[in-house]
């Protein structure tokens, strides 16, 4: 969270910000695809000069930011005129954000050696979509085999996956965490430990769920996500009854969920990229890869979920789960991801915190 927040409107001050944080400093153009670099250039007569590479036009307004320790400065401004890759604009106003870094990254060589890291076995939330898309046929037999397996246990049997209803409150759920939803019985005092549960199933799924809500007989239910590779959440198996459930229906459900998905990795469903990319620098909490051809880009949506695995030193690996945080477009035409480490394994999270001392005593 931002520890202070400062807006500068007066003119009067512009030169001064701009000649301290912008100039000889990485700046960048905030674009829906990413952070794109550019160069400051200049400030002159109440005007502001940048050069943006492979940019033919800008938008009425932009913003543009740079950073200096633990101050990041957004300048807001209004395009005036263009020629070639060089704009000039009207500076509005500037926000100065003064937030303490939550770690230091270390950064990696990208020369032959010890120090060189890659990234492998990519696998996004997209490139799982695309498989469910490209595999709808068998999906949609899987969704009758379920069907067929329950029929007569549960009063009500649902089957989504990712690529039908991303908004779909259940898996809305689901991708935030993988926590199973057990209700047993709507409309009966919970106890102490199924408050909490309870109440947020009633606000945040069932009141969203406008066609079993206006089913009153069903009273519970049981829904449990499909996760590939114990990272990635696809799809989930929902059951609704007219009468009670308990933890019995939920193991259940968990033992069918979880036979689904062994056999969807087992048959290779959801195959991985055959690219690799370079890792550019690292931390306990998070990583950058780097690569140069655009149409990767596809793997990496903002605030999506990736699987990646490492290869380290000494032959070890290191398989992790990691969120899409922010894409930099850089001036040589290299384009660079940032992950958030959001899940990893114990074996995996030993080899990586085993790698990060290595790189400490290196220093």
Do not use: C
């Amino acid at each position: 969270m931002a520890e202070t927040i400062k807006t500068i409107t007066d003119r009067g001050q512009f030169e001064e910000i701009f000649n301290k944080f912008f100039s000889n400093r990485d700046v960048y153009i905030k674009t829906k695809s990413g952070d794109l670099a550019i160069q400051f250039l200049g400030y002159s007569s109440g005007n502001v000069a940048f050069r943006i590479p492979r940019v033919k036009k800008v938008p009425d307004t932009i913003v543009v930011f740079s950073r200096m320790g633990d101050d990041t400065i957004y300048a807001s401004l209004k395009s005036l005129e263009g020629n070639e890759d060089t704009f000039i604009f009207l500076p509005i106003k500037f926000q100065i954000i003064s937030e303490a870094r939550k770690e230091e990254r270390t950064s990696l060589g990208s020369g032959e050696g010890k120090s060189v890291l890659f990234a492998t076995n990519l696998i996004s939330e997209s490139m799982i979509q695309h498989a469910l898309d490209s595999n709808e046929k068998r999906f949609s037999l899987l969704k009758s085999q379920i069907a067929g397996d329950l029929k007569g246990r549960f009063n009500r049997v649902k089957v989504v996956f990712l690529n039908e209803a991303r908004i779909d409150p259940r898996m809305k759920h689901f991708m935030v965490s993988w926590s199973p939803i057990l209700i047993k019985e709507i409309g009966k005092e919970p106890s102490e430990a199924d408050k909490k549960a309870l109440q947020f199933y009633l606000n945040e799924i069932y009141a969203k769920d406008y066609k079993l809500s206006s089913q009153k007989e069903f009273i519970s239910e049981v829904s449990v996500p499909f996760v590939y590779k114990n990272m990635i959440p696809y799809g989930y198996i929902q059951v609704n009854n007219t009468k009670p459930m308990n933890e019995n229906h939920l193991t259940v459900i968990k033992r069918l969920a979880s036979m689904i998905n062994d056999q969807l990795v087992k048959d290779n469903i959801f195959a991985t990229a055959k690219d690799k990319f370079i890792v550019t620098d690292v931390s306990k909490k998070g990583l950058g890869i780097v690569f140069k051809d655009r149409r990767l880009l596809r793997y990496f949506v903002k605030d999506t979920q990736v699987i990646i695995e490492l290869n380290l030193p000494d032959s070890n690996k290191a398989t992790m789960g990691v969120t899409v945080r922010n894409t930099v477009f850089n001036d040589g035409g290299t384009i660079r991801v940032g992950f958030e480490i959001t899940t990893i394994d114990a074996i995996s999270e030993v080899n990586y915190d085993e790698f990060l001392e290595t790189l400490k005593k290196d220093q």
